[in-house]
């Protein structure tokens, strides 16, 4: 008689984004991931072809989370500014998924962070008034000045190193968009 299946797929991506968490990418391999789950591997290998299909799935998922759950939450009426905020925001309440996602070398093989950071950059301005008219090159400036801006205050934040009000933020989001937005793009 077959055993009759105890453990999904979405079970295991589940406790794979909570390993994520509380361990890290670099330890997320099929044996401790099924120490973790306290089952055997043979589990995680009827649902996922490899552990590369298994991280494959588990960053798009995690990704679409952050894209549908968390950056596109209404803080601020300026696109720009409402995704920074988020993101700083993610930052400071999930330090080690922010770190295991942003700052060190992990995810899909089908999209990298850089990929889809851009990619929903460039869907949350293409309908604003303000920045819909950009050119690729003034897009691409403002998404890092203000990538790099939202990286490094974050980190501060989640460190302890320095402590700002949400309006301090916005001032010094709003200034270096304007100072992105004043560079001329060397062609």
Request: glycine letters at 2%.
């Given at each position: 008689?077959a055993?009759?299946?105890?453990?999904?797929?979405?079970?295991?991506?589940?406790?794979?984004?909570?390993?994520?968490?509380?361990?890290s990418a670099?330890?997320?391999?099929?044996?401790?991931l099924?120490?973790y789950?306290?089952?055997?591997?043979?589990?995680?290998?009827?649902?996922?072809?490899?552990?590369?299909?298994?991280?494959?799935?588990?960053?798009?998922?995690?990704?679409?989370?952050?894209?549908?759950?968390?950056f596109?939450t209404?803080?601020?009426e300026?696109?720009i500014?409402?995704?920074?905020?988020?993101?700083?925001?993610?930052?400071?309440?999930?330090p080690k998924?922010?770190?295991?996602?942003?700052?060190?070398?992990?995810?899909?093989?089908?999209?990298?962070?850089?990929?889809?950071?851009?990619?929903?950059f460039?869907r949350?301005?293409?309908?604003s008034?303000?920045?819909?008219?950009?050119?690729?090159?003034?897009?691409?400036?403002?998404?890092?000045?203000?990538?790099?801006?939202?990286t490094?205050?974050?980190?501060?934040?989640?460190?302890?190193?320095?402590?700002?009000?949400?309006?301090?933020?916005?001032?010094?989001?709003k200034a270096?968009?304007h100072d992105?937005?004043?560079v001329?793009?060397?062609k």
């Open positions: 008689m055993r009759n299946k105890t453990i999904f797929k979405e079970d295991i991506l589940e406790a794979a984004e909570q390993f994520l968490i509380e361990k670099k330890e997320l391999t099929a044996r401790a099924s120490k789950m306290n089952i055997s591997t043979q589990p995680l290998y009827a649902e996922f072809q490899n552990m590369n299909a298994l991280r494959t799935e588990l960053f798009d998922r995690i990704y679409d989370k952050l894209e549908n759950e968390l596109l209404q803080t601020h300026d696109p500014i409402n995704l920074s905020l988020n993101y700083i925001n993610f930052a400071c309440k999930n998924l922010f770190s295991t996602i942003y700052l060190e070398k992990n995810g899909s093989t089908n999209m990298s962070i850089n990929d889809f950071s851009y990619n929903l460039r949350i301005i293409k309908d008034p303000v920045y819909s008219k950009l050119t690729e090159a003034q897009v691409h400036m403002l998404l890092t000045g203000t990538w790099v801006f939202s490094g205050f974050a980190n501060l934040i989640a460190s302890g190193n320095i402590k700002s009000t949400e309006s301090e933020i916005i001032s010094f989001l270096t968009i992105v937005l004043k001329d793009i060397i």
